[in-house]
């Protein structure tokens, strides 16, 4: 199969906007890059695709970490604000803690240099030292819990939700509205993996009367703010015979993205560049924490390309550890293969083993 050949072609148009002022100093973030960015994505006519946006919310607070509580179910992080350069306090506890898919309050905490640099971790809980982020930091991929060691530096930020990425529910969104989830006045939905259950929660602009919301096919419940992450990527459905286009914004990382993830979970890692990549390049496969020492074994890590035209993911599984060539895809044919990851699109992982291990997915330069 040539995958890229047969990949989504995504018509993406990006400006990237230098800062006239920068909310903290350009050397705090040794992984972070200062402009701003905004892209049109347009997703073709009656396709399902996958997508993928690079670019970071506001940081609202920053500084050091001074140890990391590893013992428990989640790791803690007690960190130190840097008032000195410039960061706020730390956002309340009830915000650090939200569960509310209704409530923009979900965070991330991102590693910005050191040997974990990139790391992106989900906040659950914290106070204004400490924050307890979900799962623990296990030995993988040249990383663990030592890596963050003291004075490394990190960011917090909101993470991206429904309404970040694909617009406030509105009368002018592009994904159009209407009384019920079938309604033919609805353009687009979004649809977000759940990687606890492996299944994906489908999302559409409800309007009633003059209110609009986003919610899920059933159900009156709002989720405006359904979580989608930072790195993460997420599925758009094109129900009509025209582009639907939409704009996202936001600060432009350069650093790698890295995630704690679960052996046999499913997870969509975005491509963190805004140009188009393949797995050497974004060293999926020589960072992927499970795989042969030659040729693949059948539990080793996969990852799926989208097929836009099938509606279904070509899979590729990671070998090579100790091949001459080094580390690389294998197609479903035994063939060493570098598949292609498109700008503004994801990748499915699919991690081997069950522990916790740490997935990691580099921009192109």
């Given at each position: 199969?040539?995958?890229?050949?047969?990949?989504?072609k995504?018509?993406?148009t990006?400006?990237v906007i230098?800062?006239l002022?920068?909310?903290?100093?350009?050397?705090?973030?040794a992984?972070?890059?200062?402009?701003v960015?905004v892209s049109?994505?347009t997703?073709?006519a009656?396709?399902t695709?996958?997508?993928?946006?690079?670019?970071?919310?506001?940081?609202?607070?920053?500084?050091?970490?001074a140890?990391?509580?590893?013992?428990?179910?989640n790791?803690?992080?007690?960190?130190?604000?840097?008032?000195?350069?410039?960061?706020?306090?730390?956002?309340?506890s009830?915000?650090?803690g939200?569960?509310?898919?209704?409530v923009?309050?979900f965070?991330v905490c991102?590693?910005?240099?050191?040997?974990a640099i990139?790391?992106i971790?989900?906040?659950?809980?914290?106070?204004?030292?400490?924050?307890t982020?979900?799962?623990?930091?296990?030995?993988?991929?040249g990383?663990?819990?030592?890596?963050?060691?003291?004075?490394t530096?990190?960011a917090?930020?909101?993470?991206h939700?429904?309404s970040?990425?694909?617009?406030?529910a509105s009368?002018?969104?592009?994904?159009?509205?209407?009384?019920?989830?079938?309604?033919?006045?609805?353009?687009?939905?979004?649809?977000?993996l759940?990687?606890?259950?492996?299944?994906v929660s489908?999302?559409?602009?409800?309007?009633?009367?003059?209110?609009?919301?986003?919610?899920?096919?059933?159900?009156?419940?709002?989720?405006?703010?359904?979580?989608i992450?930072?790195g993460?990527?997420f599925?758009v459905?094109n129900?009509?015979?025209?582009?639907?286009?939409?704009t996202?914004?936001?600060?432009?990382r350069?650093?790698?993205?890295r995630?704690?993830?679960?052996?046999g979970?499913?997870?969509?890692?975005?491509?963190?560049g805004?140009?188009?990549?393949?797995?050497?390049?974004?060293?999926?496969?020589?960072?992927?924490?499970?795989?042969g020492a030659?040729?693949?074994?059948?539990?080793?890590?996969?990852y799926?390309?989208?097929?836009?035209?099938?509606?279904a993911?070509?899979?590729?599984?990671?070998?090579?550890?100790?091949?001459?060539?080094g580390?690389?895809?294998?197609n479903g044919?035994?063939?060493?293969?570098?598949?292609?990851?498109?700008?503004?699109?994801s990748?499915?992982?699919l991690?081997?083993?069950?522990?916790?291990?740490?997935?990691?997915i580099a921009p192109?330069?």
């Open positions: 199969m040539n995958t890229a050949a047969k990949l989504s995504l018509a993406v990006t400006c230098p800062m002022a920068v909310f903290i100093s350009t050397k705090s973030f992984g972070l890059a200062t402009p960015a049109t994505i997703a073709p009656n396709t695709t996958l997508v993928g946006v690079p670019y970071a919310r506001p940081v609202e607070a920053f500084g050091t970490i140890s990391v509580d590893n013992t428990g179910s790791a803690i992080l007690t960190v130190a604000i840097d008032t000195a350069g410039g960061s706020p306090a730390m956002p309340a009830s915000a650090l939200n569960t509310d898919k209704n923009d309050s965070y991102e590693i910005l240099d050191g040997d990139g790391l971790l989900d906040v659950v809980e914290g106070t204004a030292t400490t924050l982020v979900k799962g623990t930091i296990p030995t993988s991929a990383i663990s819990a030592a890596s963050l060691r003291s004075t530096k990190w917090l930020r909101k993470a939700t429904l970040s990425l694909c617009g406030a009368v002018t969104n592009p994904f159009g509205s209407g009384s019920s989830a079938k309604a033919t006045t609805i353009l687009g939905q979004v649809q977000i759940d990687t606890a259950t492996g299944a489908t999302y559409y602009i409800n309007k009633t009367g003059t209110v609009y919301n986003w919610r899920t096919g059933s159900g009156a419940d709002n989720f405006n703010h359904a979580p992450g930072l993460k990527g599925l459905v129900l009509k015979s025209a582009p639907l286009t939409f996202v914004s936001g600060d432009y350069t650093a790698r993205s995630f704690i993830a679960q052996g979970k499913k997870y969509l890692l975005a491509n963190p805004i140009k188009d990549s393949d797995f050497a390049t974004s060293t999926i496969a020589e960072q992927s924490p499970t795989r030659a040729a693949p074994r059948s539990g080793d890590d996969k799926g390309i989208w097929d836009v035209a099938s509606k993911f070509a899979y590729f599984q990671i070998g090579g550890t100790e091949d001459s060539s580390a690389s895809a294998y044919s035994g063939n060493r293969v570098n598949p292609t990851i498109g700008k503004f699109t990748v499915l992982a991690p081997g083993g069950s522990g916790n291990v740490i997935l990691t192109a330069p």
